[in-house]
Every structure is written in C-alpha cells, then in structure tokens.
C-alpha cells in the first residue's frame, strides 16, 4: 500500500519510519513524505496512492476525492475531523480513522496556561517589563481558589481540565449532552444545563467537537447570559465561538478576558495561500481582519493552535496512526469515524 504524509516535519518522518520498522510494516507499505497540507494541487501526482495521512489543516472535500479514484483510507492525526467531509468519504468508500485520546493531559494543561496567564496578568506583566516598565498598575489579578469553572464537553479532556482544576479548589459546573454521572461524583464537580453554567461560572472553557450543532454554540445570546466580566477559554475549535459576538463582548465589557488556542478561519490567518484558493474570498478575509482586531487587544492571550504540542503527545499521536494503519491492512479497522 503506497501511503502520503502530509504536513509533516523532519523528525516525524524519521520516527515514522522507526515505527513501520518495529511494527514489521517495511515491504507492506509504501511511504512518501510531505511537509505541506494536502491540496488539490498534488492529486497528479498521487494517482496510485491509496492512503493519506493529514493534519488539521489539510482539507478532504469531495473533489479531492474524485481526484484520488484509489485511495481507501484517511488517517488524520488529530481528534477531531471537521476538515474531512465524513459524507463524501462514505460515498467514495473510504474509511477514515482518527486519534481519540492523546492530548488529555497536553490539552488541559494549556488551557490552565491560558487561564493563569488571563487570571494573574502575566502577558501584560512581560509585556510592560520588556518595556522596563517595573510598575504593577494595572496588574491586579484573582485568585482561582473558590472561583467557579463552568466546562463545556466533558470527554478526555475536560475531565483532565476538571481534575486540575479541583486541585485549584474550584467548584466545577460542567454541561453535555451525555453526561457521566460516575465521573461527577468521582471527581467532585456537577452537571448542569448550559443556561446555569453561564450564569454562574467566573471561567467558560470550550471542550467540545465541532460540529453543525456546536458551531457558533457560544453566540451573542450566550454571552447576555454570562457573568459579567467572566473568562472565556477555547482550545477545542475556532468555529464554537461566534467571533463578531465575542470582539462585541469584550468590548461592552461582558467578559473580563479570553485565552484562545483557536479561531475562526486560523487556515486562512497561518497561511496567506488558502485565502487566494479560498472558494468564499470575502468570508476569508472577514476572519483574517476579526483576528487582527482579537490579537491587538490586551484583554486576549492567544497562541496558534499549540494546545496539543507537547512532545510527548506528538509521539503519541504518531503511535496511534501507525496502529491504525496496521490493524486497517490486517482487515480490522480500528478508531473510524
């Protein structure tokens, strides 16, 4: 089996081809490397492939597909998979796997990052030291002891969030659509309904999938039902957020801070390529310009999409790709979506 990877970088494809080695793959597949995304560009030249491997960033629409007339398998490297049009692939019959759990621990850390850097100032305090301004005006922050923390999907990673930020002695309110009773009562935290969470949390952290139900899930109308002055934390996908609604409601004050790991068309704002390819221009450059007035204010802590980038979950991950790819050869495909 011929398999591309994409958006790949140098140490990647050296551990790859150690584990292809240990998993007694070598002679079984046929691997090619690439460190850009997956494009329409390269189909051409991809005719014979049978198995692609992505990240996030590389889109799988249904011309790509039809581009591809042997590929049978879509590995991408990342727990969610709102860049592959799961429809099209079950037309074309393509099974696509993806990496479930890798980042609990990785991803809930950040997000903690993100907080303490929104509740104690510490991007405006380096910032005003690399400035050698030494004065603490301005600088006040809260303590989280006692604070409420209101987390939105309680999968892997929300409930690492929540066991942290039990440690922190918050009170926790968490709202999904399937809730786990045994976890709450374990881990010391309550279920409730979304309008309650908002209501009552001084922290709203986004951990759900993206999906047509969850997107845009916290719009204008959430933010109205949000303690004023509370934090807003996204690390799951740019897409929940409602971008024109947030930059409203930090500017009217409703919330006090947001730390971001995501944001609405980060595809466009990263790589200035996708907006000329972009087949809606105008809503390219809508994003690009939202997230140039988000970044330029003090009130947003931002880093590009790094929530998952610890070394120790880039290998997992890796490993995880690799087991699919060997169990969907040994006719038992395993993690599909």
Not at 57 to 82: C, E, I, M, N, W
Request: hydrophobic content about 45%.
């Amino acid at each position: 089996m011929r398999v591309a990877f994409f958006e790949i970088e140098p140490w990647e494809e050296k551990y790859l081809q150690s584990r292809m080695a240990a998993m007694g793959l070598d002679g079984k597949i046929h691997p090619c490397f690439h460190p850009d995304r997956l494009t329409l560009a390269h189909a051409s030249a991809l005719a014979d492939v049978e198995a692609v491997s992505i990240f996030i960033y590389s889109r799988v629409r249904d011309d790509l597909l039809q581009a591809l007339p042997r590929l049978k398998l879509v590995l991408t490297r990342s727990t969610g998979y709102d860049h592959i049009d799961l429809e099209a692939c079950r037309r074309h019959n393509i099974t696509v796997c993806h990496v479930p759990r890798y980042g609990e621990t990785t991803v809930a850390e950040h997000t903690f990052a993100l907080i303490l850097a929104l509740s104690r100032k510490v991007h405006k305090a380096y910032l005003q030291a690399q400035r050698s301004d030494f004065s603490i005006e301005g600088l006040r922050g809260f303590d989280l002891y006692g604070k409420t923390l209101g987390v939105i999907g309680t999968g892997s990673i929300g409930l690492h969030v929540i066991r942290i930020a039990r440690g922190f002695g918050m009170r926790v309110l968490a709202y999904d659509i399937r809730p786990n009773p045994l976890f709450a009562d374990v881990l010391g935290f309550s279920y409730t309904d979304l309008d309650v969470l908002l209501r009552e949390s001084d922290i709203v952290s986004l951990h759900t999938p993206l999906t047509p139900q969850t997107r845009h899930l916290i719009n204008r109308e959430a933010f109205r039902k949000m303690k004023r002055g509370a934090l807003l934390i996204n690390t799951g996908r740019g897409a929940l957020v409602d971008t024109d609604a947030l930059l409203q409601a930090l500017e009217e004050g409703i919330l006090g801070g947001a730390g971001l790991d995501v944001i609405e068309g980060e595809e466009f704002v990263k790589e200035e390529r996708a907006l000329l390819t972009s087949p809606s221009a105008s809503e390219a450059w809508r994003h690009v310009v939202q997230a140039r007035l988000l970044l330029r204010r003090e009130d947003v802590v931002f880093t590009p999409h790094i929530a998952f980038n610890s070394w120790e979950a880039l290998q997992r991950i890796l490993d995880t790709t690799m087991m699919n790819l060997k169990h969907f050869l040994e006719g038992m495909p395993i993690n599909t979506v």
